[in-house]
């Protein structure tokens, strides 16, 4: 099955800085997304981007599909951005959602 | 308000015992699904529904049971509970149509057997 593999996977950093995550994917996908897990535990979905680019106020990412990876970029960083961020894919040749996630960044923001 | 909601939140039960968890999303979704969180944090598919269908099956010990009564509600039996079963267990769904969705999370049924 697809390979999911995503760096770092820890990271600390003081409130203000900005930060960079990484997802690297095996194999063509048609859907990537990324999520937040907070530290109480509930899934947020910040972004579905299986190509191009989004923003959504200090959270970007961006998908290049044709080499396989996508970036998330979190400006600003805040005590709420802790948590573990997730990115997962379905690849291209099955058609039911079956999304596959890789094992996470672990973000601490330091106040 | 809630777009998917789970119930119940935390289930401490012994081995060998029989539990249910229940799932609702009012998004107006065609699909659902149930996700396992290990201790490592690991989310794994277990079982799709699209349209009261199951379209997605994995790996998973019979002893697992999903039911999609329709398709604003997905629930998950589990028979004679093992140890290993603890994790956590998420309900999900998304809008298939037109290709892949934005899958959505309740926000999950934390279960200790022991």
């Known amino acids: 099955g697809i390979q999911v593999e995503q760096s770092p996977p820890d990271l600390i950093l003081q409130e203000g800085a900005n930060s960079t995550l990484r997802c690297n994917f095996s194999?063509?996908?048609?859907?990537l997304q990324w999520f937040h897990q907070n530290p109480w535990g509930q899934l947020i979905n910040l972004f579905y981007i299986p190509s191009g680019t989004k923003q959504n106020g200090r959270l970007s990412a961006t998908t290049v599909a044709t080499e396989r990876y996508s970036l998330l970029y979190i400006s600003s960083s805040q005590t709420t951005d802790s948590g573990v961020y997730f990115c997962?894919?379905?690849?291209?040749?099955?058609?039911?959602?079956?999304?596959?996630f890789g094992t996470g960044t672990r973000l601490t923001i330091i106040p | 308000d809630t777009a998917v909601s789970q119930t119940p939140k935390y289930l401490v039960t012994q081995m060998g015992n029989d539990k249910s968890i229940k799932c609702e999303q009012n998004l107006g979704h065609d699909t659902m699904y149930w996700y396992k969180q290990d201790s490592k944090k690991f989310l794994k598919i277990m079982f799709s529904?699209?349209?009261?269908?199951?379209?997605i099956n994995e790996t998973v010990p019979n002893r697992f049971s999903p039911k999609s009564p329709d398709k604003a509600h997905l629930n998950l039996h589990i028979n004679s509970l093992e140890l290993g079963d603890s994790a956590v267990y998420f309900c999900?769904?998304?809008?298939?149509?037109?290709?892949?969705?934005?899958?959505?999370f309740g926000p999950g049924t934390r279960l200790l057997v022991l």
């Open positions: 999900a769904s998304s809008h298939r149509t037109g290709g892949g969705g934005a899958q959505y």
């Open positions: 529904y699209n349209n009261k269908e199951l379209i």
């Open positions: 997962a894919v379905e690849p291209l040749d099955f058609g039911n959602e079956k999304l596959t």
């Open positions: 194999d063509s996908v048609n859907n």
